[in-house]
C-alpha cells in the first residue's frame, strides 16, 4: 500500500490555473467509449488500462456491460469481479498483489498505476477545459474532436481533418531491437 501511495504522490497533478472547486463541480469526461461521470471514468480508466496493458493476463478481461471493472470468468459465468478505481488505492493494491507474478512485479504494478494516474489528469484537464469554455465562452470549432481518453493515452481537442501524433506513453511495454 506505501508503494502505490508514493507512486500516486509522484505523479499528482501541477497546481492548476483554474480553481478547484470549479473543475470539481465539471464531473463529466470523455473516453472512448462516450462521456460519463468522474467515477465511472476512472473505473474504466484503470480497467482499460490494465486490459491493454496486459491483454489476458490473470485471464482478467473488462466487465462486458460498461467496462467499469475487470472479471474473470469460468465459462459462461464471471467467477471473480474486481473494481478498480485511482481514487481508492486499496482496490489497485488488491489487483497488484493478486496478480504481481502475471503483470510483472512492482514494475508491471508502477507500469499500470501511471496508466491509471495519466487517465486522471486528461479527465481533470477534460474539466479544467469545460470550466474555462462556461468562464471565457471560449467555443470549440465547429468541427473538431473532442478531448479523449482513448485508454492509454490522451487526445486534446483537435480540429477535424488534422493528423496528430505523440510518443508512446512511458508505462507501455517496450521492445529492444539493438543487436537484432
Excluded at 66 to 75: D, F, I, M, P, W
Excluded at 81 to 108: E, K, M, T
Excluded at 118 to 131: H, S
Aim: proline share 3%.
Amino acid at each position: 500500500m506505501l508503494l502505490l501511495q508514493l507512486m500516486l504522490a509522484m505523479t499528482a497533478h501541477p497546481t492548476d490555473v483554474v480553481d478547484d472547486a470549479a473543475i470539481n463541480a465539471s464531473s463529466m469526461c470523455r473516453d472512448r467509449f462516450g462521456t460519463v461521470d468522474v467515477t465511472t471514468f476512472r473505473q474504466r480508466a484503470c480497467t482499460m488500462c490494465y486490459f491493454y496493458l496486459f491483454l489476458g493476463v490473470g485471464g482478467l478481461k473488462p466487465s462486458s456491460e460498461n467496462y467499469t471493472h475487470l472479471v474473470r470468468s469460468n465459462g459462461s459465468d464471471v467467477a471473480e469481479r474486481y473494481v478498480v478505481d485511482s481514487a481508492d488505492l486499496s482496490s489497485l493494491d488488491h489487483v497488484c498483489r493478486q496478480f504481481a507474478g502475471d503483470i510483472g512485479g512492482s514494475d508491471g504494478c508502477s507500469r499500470w498505476i501511471q496508466c491509471c494516474t495519466k487517465a486522471d489528469a486528461c479527465c481533470r484537464r477534460q474539466r479544467q477545459r469545460a470550466v474555462r469554455r462556461q468562464l471565457t465562452s471560449l467555443v470549440d470549432a465547429p468541427a473538431s474532436c473532442a478531448a479523449t481518453w482513448d485508454g492509454l493515452s490522451c487526445w486534446d481537442v483537435t480540429p477535424a481533418g488534422a493528423v496528430v501524433h505523440q510518443q508512446c506513453p512511458e508505462y507501455m511495454p517496450r521492445v529492444e531491437l539493438s543487436g537484432l
